[in-house]
């Protein structure tokens, strides 16, 4: 992927993977631009930037570790509920909403994980599919504590730091939404970029081999698991603090459908993939719907044939290739 | 990853080019975003919703008081509170919009309550059910109906037309239950009895085995409580299937039930049914039967209840515009909206000044065969019905 | 006889739709391991020929039902030769996005031409109504989707088990590199099989308007359903197809009639179970 010479030694291998590349800089810095280019679409940025963690804590399980997820939105619900209940129940401060989320979607995750790193493929998919539905119809029947179909009412985010209001135009949403994904994404990179990840990253490519060299297969699938919950369910509890709502479909098979849309979309296991996935997904259903209310599917559907088409394995994927073969002919 | 860098330099370009630059705001406008559902499952809704208000601005012009009307049409996708609200917020901050209308779904209208409340900009639900989304913000009215309103008083009816036992059968998400209490406590009030009742799934295609227990129990009559879409027709074919006469056993439910498309489906089996509604093409009026032949000369096809509450939901933004001149400020707007009370192609109407709700008459009505055709017959009527939901609060 | 066998009897109905719509996808699946996420979208899109034969063209119902199939296969083929064959190499995450993207655009075409609301159909009198057998009311139209699926199933079998062609089906599915190595043309087969799978779809689809309704969301309300089927019956498996989709039927239908609480979460938690008991499917193969 890069064209400097891969050090043979694996520590060194590693450190050159962790080192910051001026693109990555980029691209961060641009995540500061809305704020001053365009400043009536800031309620939308906060919204992308959470999408764009929900699909990152997609990736580590997809991208980096094999494992499909078709029911990823349970955990992401758990977390917007927890916070979200929290706030009704009287505690509407939002930093440690976020930790009583991680903690609820977490243990859900760490669950569920016993499930799922059984299996593979097919039975993969359906079975997080399930998961997930079932989640979907216990929240609706227990709508005295979800609130049903109507979704969770009540919800008040208490000031960030007892000054930052969530205000109509989205500023201190934005902010909030962009520091979460920024620090978790670092947490990431750097989980990434070590041996765990690269074990993962054996898991995903032949599962059977990696016990020959010892590493815990299942207990590895377990943790990475874990943490994908955890980062979903900091997604959710963001978006139940931020828009001051809750309802089922944050639980959705929809939402996990969409999610997993933008990953393929963006390229998986690349980091960056699922972000650019969730802004180009975003930004163009936002467009499309704006321009055409009735018929966008039609055009959201032939962006994903084209992309499709002409960018085998995502944006991401898509670019990387061209690069490559731009790089080898002279 | 350097192509990652130029794209989004590209990226930021194209996002300057198209969004830095709003839209200008005229002074002379009225701007009225229309937030529904036009796209997934609840698209048919907002359809028929949004040729109304096409139909009544064709009808009424698109000025009034001096000023333009101008409509911004924005798509929820489906039920998703988080985006019906941020497109409230992008509607007031970005466009400029004056009037948040439209709101089929309750989740949504819920958040979109919070928005208005925020931004004190009147907010018209043409939809949206549920007692409570009134409260919700001191600027919202409401034009259609409530859940409590329609099934209390299918509810108390029933109980004074002769009905003993009754099994109730809903959909298990917040609509149904509502209209399962509505309807029990409308039922059980005026001396009737409830012999069971059970909830299923809402994604349920097939309800013979529910109708099946229904049926075992032996009841004077069955209450079915669904949504529109695919339900009410399966809902037939299983009353037919195991056997369920609506002459012998009465069958009662909501509008949904006997929704135009579904009797077309369900056939001769469909006669006597007993529905509760706040309106049906069918009914006997001249200025419905007016508004009923342009409808369908602008699209072909009958008015609906979601229909009218676009209409009559434009109607009242209209003559609220009236009252106050042109301002559209939310306080000025709001005032004179309470109390209004107008003619409607559905009958008398009034928004209640104490809860901005709806005050209509609630017909009853009877699949009948008119003309080889079956049509919702109203037989039945009580005017003056306020949300009961509410009226108990107070107390 | 009790009531409970006339539910059962819907259930049965219920499942023999549902294994009309999924059995094509499981050959295709198991075949090929391409993933066909617009598989109902082609039940849809025979669904849609149906009605308009039978609203716009005044076609008696069951004439509609070999056009159905007709159209469904023929609309298979022509994606198979424009799209899909590019991505039979390709990873199955883009296989997805791609019949993603597909069935999306199937959705809004549907709606922008037939509109949003439920298409309405009339069967015809002689499958209205039902005929009382053992003090049970039988529906007459579910008899009748029981027979045809029941003569489809037995046509199936018969096709893959004692003809050339459904031998070769069987090789490719069983072992698709040693298929090909033995001069199976594995490729024009699997167009072929698509186009079958398809039109089966296409067919189900037909059938289901006057069960299920008809919508332009047709094409992924049911596509969990149709998963669901497939991967609990195993793929490239029909009999594995027949025996998931005659399980969920049932099952569902016997959870209706006796546990409604949970007959929401049932066909879930039943899936679930089933494959963890068996994670290739009732009788799949990997």
């Known amino acids: 992927m890069t064209s400097e010479a891969i050090p043979v030694r694996p520590v060194q291998y590693l450190q050159a993977q962790m080192r910051w590349r001026w693109s990555e800089a980029a691209f961060w810095l641009a995540t500061l631009l809305p704020f001053v280019l365009t400043p009536n679409y800031l309620v939308l940025a906060s919204q992308i930037a959470i999408t764009a963690l929900f699909v990152l804590s997609l990736d580590l399980i997809l991208g980096f570790s094999g494992i499909v997820s078709l029911g990823h939105a349970a955990y992401f619900g758990v977390g ?169 479909e944050a639980l959705g098979f929809q939402r996990s459908a969409d999610v997993l849309v933008m990953l393929i979309l963006g390229g998986t296991g690349r980091l960056y993939g699922g972000l650019i996935g969730a802004v180009v997904y975003m930004v163009a259903r936002d467009q499309f719907s704006g321009l055409n209310p009735q018929f966008w599917y039609f055009w959201i559907g032939l962006l994903l044939i084209a992309v499709v088409t002409l960018l085998p394995n995502g944006i991401l994927g898509g670019l990387a290739h061209l690069a490559r073969r731009l790089r080898v002919t002279p | 990853m350097q192509k990652v860098f130029y794209g989004f330099v590209g990226l930021a370009g194209l996002a300057l080019a198209i969004f830095g630059i709003g839209p200008a705001r005229a002074v002379d406008t009225i701007k009225i975003a229309l937030i529904m559902c036009y796209s997934g499952q609840f698209a048919d809704t907002a359809v028929q919703m949004d040729n109304a208000v096409k139909l009544f601005v064709k009808q009424h012009g698109d000025t009034v ?47 979109g309550a919070d928005v208005s409340a925020e931004a004190k900009k009147f907010m018209v639900v043409m939809n949206a059910a549920t007692s409570i989304i009134t409260t919700k913000s001191p600027y919202i009215a409401r034009t259609s109906a409530t859940t409590p309103q329609l099934n209390y008083t299918l509810g108390a009816w029933a109980a004074k037309n002769g009905l003993k036992k009754i099994y109730t059968m809903v959909s298990d998400y917040g609509p149904g239950i509502d209209a399962e209490t509505w309807f029990q406590t409308g039922f059980k009030e005026a001396g009737g009895e409830i012999i069971g009742s059970v909830r299923f799934p809402v994604a349920n295609p097939d309800f013979s085995a529910f109708i099946q227990a229904a049926k075992d129990k032996n009841p004077d009559g069955i209450y079915i409580w669904i949504p529109g879409g695919a339900q009410p027709l399966a809902v037939g074919k299983a009353l037919a299937e195991r056997g369920v006469d609506p002459a012998k056993t009465k069958v009662l439910g909501q509008d949904a039930l006997a929704f135009e498309s579904a009797l077309q489906g369900m056939g001769d089996t469909a006669l006597g049914i007993i529905t509760v509604a706040n309106y049906d093409y069918n009914h006997d009026s001249a200025m419905n039967r007016d508004f009923v032949k342009a409808y369908n000369d602008e699209g072909h096809r009958n008015p609906d209840i979601f229909s009218i509450g676009g209409y009559d939901g434009m109607h009242l933004i209209y003559a609220a515009l009236e009252k106050t001149g042109g301002n559209a400020d939310g306080d000025a707007l709001i005032a004179a909206a309470k109390g209004m009370s107008w003619e409607s192609p559905r009958g008398p109407m009034m928004i209640d000044p104490e809860t901005r709700d709806i005050v209509q008459t609630v017909y009853i009505r009877r699949v009948e065969k008119v003309g080889g055709a079956l049509r919702n017959v109203e037989f039945d009527k009580v005017p003056n019905v306020k949300d009961p939901a509410k009226a108990r609060m107070k107390n | 006889m009790p009531p409970v066998f006339g539910v059962l009897f819907d259930g049965f109905a219920y499942g023999m739709l549902l294994f009309l719509m999924s059995v094509g996808l499981s050959v295709t699946l198991g075949m090929m391991n391409f993933v066909n996420l617009a598989h109902c979208s082609f039940a849809m899109l025979g669904g849609y020929v149906a009605i308009t034969l039978m609203n716009a063209f005044g076609w008696p119902f069951l004439a509609t039902l070999p056009v159905a199939f007709i159209a469904a296969a023929a609309a298979s083929v022509v994606l198979e030769r424009i799209f899909f064959r590019r991505f039979y190499n390709a990873s199955d995450l883009d296989q997805c996005l791609l019949t993603i993207g597909i069935v999306f655009v ?181």
Request: net charge positive.
């Open chain 1, 80 to 248: 917007a509920y927890t916070a979200g209940l929290l706030s009704t129940w009287g505690w509407g401060e939002p930093l440690t909403g976020l930790v009583a989320a991680a903690l609820a979607a977490g243990l859900f995750g760490y669950v569920t994980s016993f499930i799922i790193a059984r299996f593979r493929h097919l039975a993969l998919i359906m079975i997080t599919l399930g998961i997930g539905l079932v989640l979907q119809e216990a929240a609706n029947s227990a709508g005295w504590l979800t609130g049903g179909f109507d979704g969770l009412q009540g919800i008040h985010t208490w000031r960030i730091f007892g000054r930052f209001r969530f205000d109509l135009y989205g500023y201190t949403a934005y902010a909030y939404s962009l520091a979460g994904l920024f620090v978790i994404f670092l947490v990431a990179r750097r989980l990434i970029h070590s041996p765990f990840g690269l074990a993962l990253r054996g898991i995903r490519e032949n599962g059977l081999r990696m016990p020959a060299i010892g590493a815990p297969v299942h207990a590895h699938i377990r943790t990475i698991y874990t943490i994908a919950a955890i980062v979903a369910g900091v997604a959710g509890a963001l978006l139940a603090e931020t828009t001051e709502t809750v309802s089922l």
């Open chain 2, 65 to 111: 008081a001096g000023k333009k009307i101008e409509f911004i049409r924005k798509d929820t996708g489906g039920i998703a509170p988080d985006v019906a609200k941020r497109l409230a917020q992008e509607a007031i901050v970005r466009d400029h919009a004056d009037i948040l209308a439209g709101w089929i779904l309750t989740p949504n209208a819920l958040a």
């Open chain 3, 106 to 286: 199937s959705i809004a075409a549907a709606a922008y031409i037939y509109g949003t609301d439920q298409q309405p159909m009339q069967l015809p009198p002689y499958l209205r109504g039902s005929i009382s057998f053992m003090g049970l009311d039988l529906a007459v139209y579910r008899l009748f989707l029981i027979a045809t699926a029941l003569l489809i199933t037995v046509a199936l079998v018969v096709m893959v088990e004692t003809t050339r062609f459904g031998a070769q089906v069987r090789a490719a599915v069983n072992n698709q590199r040693m298929a090909r190595g033995l001069g199976i043309n594995v490729d024009g087969l699997f167009a072929v099989t698509f186009a079958l799978g398809s039109g089966l779809a296409g067919l189900g689809g037909a059938l289901a308007i006057a069960m299920l309704g008809l919508d332009p969301q047709f094409a992924l309300t049911y596509l969990i359903y149709v998963l669901i089927v497939v991967s609990v019956g195993g793929l490239g498996s029909i009999s594995g197809s027949f025996a998931a989709a005659m399980l969920l039927g049932f099952s569902d239908m016997a959870g209706k009639y006796y546990v409604p609480a949970i007959s929401a979460f049932l066909i879930y938690l039943v899936m679930i179970v089933l494959l963890m008991w068996r994670p290739s499917g009732l009788f799949g193969r990997r």
